[in-house]
């Protein structure tokens, strides 16, 4: 847990010589709290106090990166144990395992499924991050052969998972380059697997069956040179592992315990598909850095990542379209045009059902802050007034001939306003966007 300014000064040595540029030491402390300065500003500052305030101002769950370039993936760095608390900061990295007994023609199916695993929602292109060649043959040419198809296949990033350190040195040395995650399966291996890590600058991963044998086990990897760990939950219920990645997760951030600040990896058990996705999305909410789940179908992918993209989304941050006049089909200077804000579910909401009534027409996003129509309007981002300033802002009047716009049936009190001062006739539309479709093909 971040220190407090008191905290801070507590440490400090309190003679407000000004030396740091500050009135006092408490306005300096209060400063290097909000991370406003550096301690370096201070050259009195003791050791044993420099040493706690570094300590303390390191992130409590330790930043982990795998991958390279465009599917680099970032884990931990987490601050807070609800969103609303501030936000989550580094998306959970999705994976799929792909099984070192499986032939070479089901790998090659299941890895070129999963490099299609790309959607876009809400404006937001999301994807798949990862695959975890597992070395469930405990065969070293299998899981060679498994990891190079992998590194010639995909450009996702990679996690090697294996028991045996020899076949975990072969399969670094075949894709080293895309800075593979190092998942140690056996906890009598740990400090071998430490030393492959260490010598190949790479993150490792260790078991956690038992939370003090995990802290213990984090320490000794430190060590051994090794400082990005990933804690590997393993329980024997979903329950055991959601139980254990809160208290882990609560024991970095309120107890600023270090040896348990690093980010959580997963593995699903269930095998029903829908199971499965209940479990993947649990571990998404409840903390996880990396999941790595079997099923690969788009049906069950795609349900999985709009929950990631929902739980990091910045609560304070809703996902906006850019404001503006947007042409949905073939519009004339006679297409109809709504108006609603620029919340982009709303948007998408309406866009989607414009586009399914196959009648082309204008939406004309409004700058709301990103808010929902209902919530922009209590929050006056929805008036009448911001309504024409975009109109004419984006001048509205050189796209179409008529001056008729459609305003959602929720503010139907903003009509006579917005009339009024727009000279526009103002019609009220469906309340649900459901109802655009029909609205739409009533105007023809
Ligand atoms: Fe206090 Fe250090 Fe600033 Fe002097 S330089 S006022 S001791 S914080």
Redesign the pocket.
Known sequence: MALSGLDVYKL??????????????L???MALAQKKVSLD?????TAEAKAALEGASQPPIKLVTIGTGDHEIEMGNETVMYRHEQKFYNPTGIGFLIEDTMDESEIDAALSKINELKFERVGQKISADLVCIKNSSKYKNKFANAVRKATVTTDLAIALSSSDAGSMSEAVRICIERRPLVICEDPAQIKVFAKIAKDNKLPLSIPCMDLDLAAQATELVKKEGVDEIVINLKAKSVAGRIQKSVFLRRAALKKNYRPLGYPILVFTEATDEAEELAEAVSYVAKYASLVIVKNYGRDFVLPLLVARQDIYQDPQKPVQVEPGIYEIGKVTAESPVLITTNFSITYFTVSGEVEASRVPSYILACDAEGMSVLTAWAAEKFTPETIFNTMKKFSLTDKVAHREITIPGYVAVLSGKLQEISGWKVNVGPREASGIPNYLRSLR
């Open positions: 400090l040595p309190k003679t407000n010589c000004k030396d740091c540029g500050f009135a006092t030491c306005a300096f402390a500003k201070c050259p009195h500052v």
